[in-house]
């Protein structure tokens, strides 16, 4: 068997145990690895029903077939796990040296139980697998607790970790590497805190199985060349994806004042235009060529790495309209290990709420110290920041109806940064994620707002399931970043032909629709086992967007229409195979080869 390992290692915390399991081949061809291999396994090891902070939660870190080998921005990995934010289903990617040592140390995954009785860190290096103590870095940001792992263990390794926000189990912290990378928005770095473990260190030394190396090198070099003569790669090197505030705010779907408007009078403010005058540094993930990294120096001169997301979410979304005071709460962020995209909505909830006098404390739209002063206390879960640490969906419960309405989120996970009053196909994109409302498997809306923007049609449910396919079931199980082909239009026929030379099994388009299927199809099946009367109206997007109409911009007036977003959901689940609720019918369950993984339905 080429491309796969065929391993996975395991580490039981609380018995300080370390084995290694075999993995069948069909289970990797079925599912091919990243997402599709981390869901699998979490479905036959995570007990139905448990706490996701408890002992019995595993934690994944899934690599795929493509990880960490010399082909373009392959340095990703997947972490998943049962999310303590929404309780369902949670997922990331995170672009780190990690991938690298991982495919180079002879697994394909590694799976994490239980709790150790003190805070350790694991160390992997290939078949050497050690449970160390980590009294000297638990406490520490998670850029300290990364330098003194460097100095302990050298520059060539991967590093995943913590930091206050993981360790105080913080309903949305991340596990973050090189110091602003960071992945695994529902919670992983919670799950991580939870087993009371601040690391992971990979070191890993062998050589990849891969069938055919030189034309894998070969079509690499293609496609590499490809990505530089790309007519945006020039803008694209010069902005990455902060060009995207100015795109939002002509499109109206900058996410503004909670989401209530999509435009912002001082968008300039935090563009990437004004990034660009202000960058210092590009960084990249390992194997990239396109780096999106863009670092400028914050409010009190120190490094912050920006993307569109952290951006709108802690800029036009809470009107903080200075762009190196949105560079220092996004380092903080970082330091902190906590998600961004959830920090900017809980922030914003918490603004709008005592606007509306729903809360006794006073805080205003855009007040960078006193924002400064909660992201701090978020961390460590001190005064009002233990409120915000649950996140929107919980703070929104607390304080009753009216506040459901304001509470931006789908299935417990928070918007990313894309208002869609007038989108409804990306409002179905956030409804239908399988993670809660992430843009991360379909970015629909830049084909909507070239198309006919505000219609329900068919077809614009058939270009998200493609999407979603694509997306969340190609890139997320190969493992590699999708940027390539998204930004730079690098044909995704260059993926299914290094597939191919890494497995030597002759991939198609359509066996990766079938397995991207699959994987939609089993992550459906885990939310619905740990939901006890799972029923459709967990498809919704935020009821702002349907309640609340733009009083701003072009689209001034617009909202979602209830009638079309069900058709289109409909039109979704048929797509799918799913029932009018939104579960997998008998014989979808058949067709995909799950009926022996989860059962027959009804038994």
């Not at 939660?57 to 010399?70: K, T, V, Y």
């Not at 990703?76 to 990331?92: C, E, F, H, I, R």
């Not at 473990?197 to 062998?206: D, E, P, Q, R």
């Not at 909505?345 to 739209?365: H, P, T, V």
Request: net charge neutral.
């Amino acid at each position: 068997m080429k491309g796969w390992w065929g391993r996975v290692l395991r580490i039981d915390l609380s018995k300080e145990k370390i084995s290694t399991i075999s993995i069948d081949e069909r289970i990797l061809v079925d599912f091919i690895g990243g997402r599709g291999l981390a869901v699998r396994l979490l479905w036959e090891y995570n007990p139905p029903g448990v706490d996701p902070l408890s002992p019995y939660n595993n934690l994944i870190i899934s690599s795929g077939p493509l990880s960490g080998l010399p082909i373009p921005s392959s340095g990703k990995l997947v972490v998943a796990s049962k999310s303590p934010l929404t309780n369902g289903y949670g997922d990331g990617n995170i672009g780190s040296m990690a991938s690298f040592h991982l495919k180079r140390a002879g697994y394909d995954a590694i799976i994490i139980s239980g709790r150790a009785r003190k805070p350790v860190y694991v160390f992997i290096e290939n078949e050497k697998v050690s449970i160390n103590p980590a009294d000297h870095i638990w406490g520490l940001d998670s850029f300290q607790a990364e330098d003194k792992l460097v100095r302990e263990h050298g520059k060539n390794v991967g590093i995943l970790l913590i930091g206050p926000a993981g360790e105080n189990m913080v309903r949305y912290a991340t596990i973050v590497s090189q110091k602003g990378r960071s992945g695994g928005r529902p919670g992983l770095g919670a799950v991580m805190g939870s087993k009371n473990l601040k690391a992971i260190v990979i070191k890993g030394t062998l050589q990849p199985p891969v069938h055919d190396i030189e034309s894998l090198r070969k079509t690499a070099e293609e496609a590499y060349k490809k990505i530089l003569e790309a007519p945006g790669y020039d803008y694209w090197i010069r902005q990455g994806t902060m060009a995207t505030i100015v795109w939002s705010q002509q499109n109206s779907v900058l996410p503004t004042m909670n989401f209530r408007e999509g435009v912002w009078d001082y968008y300039e403010n935090i563009s990437g235009d004004l990034m660009e005058k202000l960058k210092v540094d590009r960084r990249a993930c390992p194997f990239c060529n396109m780096g999106c990294g863009n670092v400028i120096r914050d409010e009190f001169d120190e490094l912050s790495e920006l993307d569109y997301e952290n951006v709108a979410m802690l800029g036009s979304n809470i009107l903080l309209g200075d762009l190196k005071k949105v560079a220092a709460l996004n380092r903080m962020a970082d330091l902190y290990g906590m998600d961004t995209i959830s920090l900017g909505n809980s922030l914003a909830f918490l603004m709008e709420a005592s606007e509306k006098g729903l809360i006794r404390e006073k805080i205003e739209w855009g007040d960078f110290k006193t924002v400064r002063e909660l992201v701090e206390d978020t961390a460590y879960r001190r005064g009002l920041g233990a409120f915000i640490a649950e996140g929107v969906m919980r703070m929104s419960r607390s304080l009753g109806r009216e506040a459901l309405d304001f509470a931006m989120h789908v299935k417990g996970l928070e918007v990313s940064a894309y208002d869609c009053h007038a989108a409804p196909g990306m409002a179905l994109a956030y409804a239908t994620s399988p993670i809660g409302a992430h843009h991360k498997d379909a970015w629909i809306i830049s084909y909507e707002v070239r198309t006919d923007r505000l219609s329900y049609s068919h077809e614009k449910v058939e270009r998200l399931v493609y999407l979603q396919d694509i997306r969340g079931g190609l890139f997320e199980s190969l493992t590699v970043c999708r940027l390539p082909w998204v930004e730079l239009g690098l044909d995704i026929d260059y993926y299914i032909r290094l597939l191919g030379d890494a497995t030597g099994i002759a991939w198609t388009i359509d066996m990766v629709r079938v397995v991207a299927n699959r994987i939609y199809t089993l992550i459906r099946l885990f939310w619905i086992r740990e939901f006890q009367g799972w029923d459709r109206s967990l498809d919704y997007p935020p009821p702002r967007w349907f309640k609340h109409p733009l009083t701003k911009g072009p689209f001034k007036g617009a909202r979602l229409e209830p009638s079309k977003y069900d058709s289109m959901l409909d039109a979704y689940y048929e797509l799918r195979g799913w029932d009018s609720n939104g579960v997998p019918k008998p014989e979808t369950i058949e067709k995909l080869g799950l009926t022996s993984i989860v059962g027959s339905p009804g038994a």
